[in-house]
């Protein structure tokens, strides 16, 4: 993960749709752009993230998503749409944080816009989370989805090697071995 603020994004790339997007570390000045696109995000996508119904994003987790990104423990990687003129536009978020007791693990996120998902923006921040949780020795994500949560759980297993895919009690959990992304990507 970059240090440097002259280079503040991991990736860029063009949407299927045709938006110029980049990935970079969550920063706590971004706090406002999450709280106003947690209130844009349909009812659906809310679910489909929280698996329950989310009227609004509670400060509490609010603050542990921005605040004091510390590498060891958890990532948090924004989507963004750079703009020169005005400060960038957060339109997702990854995160990934790592399991007490099995530092090799982390429990991983993704929440997209609903006016860009289907268009690559997800895989995207996939991907880059990924490839920064194995820079930093996990090996291993894992995930609690909707049982018909069909596009995240293909977003997840083109990351890695399925290890576990069950559903039970209305939840679909997946492990998956994280593996490098193929060369040329």
Known sequence: ????????????????????VAVRVLTPAD???????????SEESRYSRF????????TRELDLLVGGIVIDERLALALVWPRT????????VARAVRLPGRPEVADVAVTVADEIQGQGAGG???RTLADAAMDVGIARFT??????NIASARMLARVGEVECDSVSQGEREMTV???PA????
């Open 182 to 185: 193929p060369t040329g990507t």
């Open 1 to 20: 993960m970059p240090e440097d603020p002259a280079h503040p994004y991991l990736r860029r790339a063009t949407l299927s749709g045709g938006l110029r």
């Open 31 to 41: 706090r406002p752009a999450l709280a106003s696109g947690f209130r844009h995000l």
């Open 85 to 92: 003129s005005r400060a960038d536009v957060v339109v997702g």
């Open 51 to 58: 698996l329950e119904p989310r009227p609004r994003l509670p």
């Open 143 to 148: 995930a609690v989805l909707l049982p018909g």
């Open 177 to 179: 071995r994280l593996r």
């Open 124 to 126: 995207l921040l996939m």
